[in-house]
Structures are given as C-alpha cells and as structure tokens.
C-alpha cells in the first residue's frame, strides 16, 4: 500500500512537470498505460482543464500527374468566385496551401505572374471544399495573434518608482494585488495604495 502511494505521487509530479502537449499525446495512449498511471494522468488532465480528441486520420498524400495539374489549372482559371483565395504575397499564399492539404483538400495556387491581372497569387479549391477551406482559412494566423498581443501590451506601460521617480520597476507578488520594487532605490510600494511596505 505504502509503496503504492509513493509510486502514485511519483507519477503526479512526473506528469506535472509535463507540458500540455506531452500531456495530451501521452493520453492518446492510455490503455497503454498501468491503472495507477492512467488514474495520475487523468487527474493532470482535468486539473489543467485538457481534453483528449481523437488523433486525427493521417492525411493521404496524393501524387498528381501532368494531366491531373493541367486540369486543375484550367479549373483554376474558372473557378467560381467562392473557391477562389487571394492574399498578398507568396509566404501567405503558401502558408494556406499547406493548412489545406493538412485538412486533407486538394487546391491549387496560381502565382500572381502567372495571372492575367498578375495580382497577388491565389490558392483555388473545389466547389465541395470551399466551405471548409474558408473556414480554415478564416482562423487566426500566428502572425496577426503576435500583432494582436503586441498591441495589447503597447498600451502597458511599468509604473515608476513614487520615491525616486525611477522607471526601472520589478513586479515581485501579485497576490493579493501587484507589489513593485524599484531597481534603483529599492523602494517597494502596492500597486493600488501607493503606499511603502519598507
């Protein structure tokens, strides 16, 4: 019993120390896993609020041939306007290629010089995956989140020091509210009284 105990709480801290991701992949394997290590794991998992979904079916690549990427231009060149996506610059057009074929829908990208308007270049679906490709195309991409997230924190601006004025401040508790000490003096303050705690 007593050795049970102490297995189990080795799992608990060994499984803490993973991140979600570990987490997550190591649950997708849990009938793999002893009774004592599955009931560690599920317990990370909900105290980290971390669902399992199922592994997704790997993606079949296809190779196309001659004719096959002959049709797809000529399709290309007509497709209706809903399978049609235009964006600016050849790493955005292909950035999109990729999380399509990752979705497993087959598409097309036409450069902007291989265009008669020679626009920005452009991916193309089928009409029966147009749906889902404005859908994943819809989602954020890391690089308007990191814009986003920039933007937010532009507007933080550290406090400065109510003793000396200084601007080099540390954030040092946040509970129960931000306790700051500045660098230069030393002095330390709460955030919402402005009052020293020296």
Not at 7 to 15: G, S
Not at 149 to 161: G, M
Not at 167 to 182: F, G, H, I, K, M
Request: proline letters at 6%; glycine letters at 8%; a negative charge.
């Amino acid at each position: 019993m007593i050795g049970d105990a102490a297995q189990y709480q080795e799992l608990v801290a060994l499984y803490g120390s993973y991140g979600d991701d570990e987490l997550v992949e190591l649950g997708r394997g849990m009938p793999d896993l002893t009774e004592m290590a599955q009931e560690a794991l599920k317990g990370e998992l909900t105290r980290r609020g971390l669902k399992i979904a199922p592994k997704g079916k790997p993606v079949e690549t296809r190779v196309l041939s001659e004719d096959d990427l002959s049709d797809m231009r000529a399709y290309a060149a007509s497709a209706p306007a809903e399978c049609i996506f235009d964006f600016e610059d050849e790493r955005a057009v292909t950035a999109a290629y990729y999380a399509l074929a990752g979705e497993g829908i087959e598409a097309i990208v036409v450069s902007g010089g291989a265009r008669p308007d020679r626009k920005g270049p452009r991916v193309v679906v089928t009409p029966k995956d147009a749906e889902r490709a404005a859908a994943i195309l819809s989602r954020p991409s890391a690089e308007e989140l990191k814009g986003e997230t920039e933007e937010a924190f532009a507007e933080f601006a550290l406090p400065q020091c109510p003793a000396c004025g200084g601007a080099e401040t540390l954030l040092e508790s946040v509970d129960p509210v931000n306790q700051w000490r500045c660098d230069r003096c030393g002095h330390t303050w709460l955030e919402e009284s402005v009052s020293s705690i020296d």
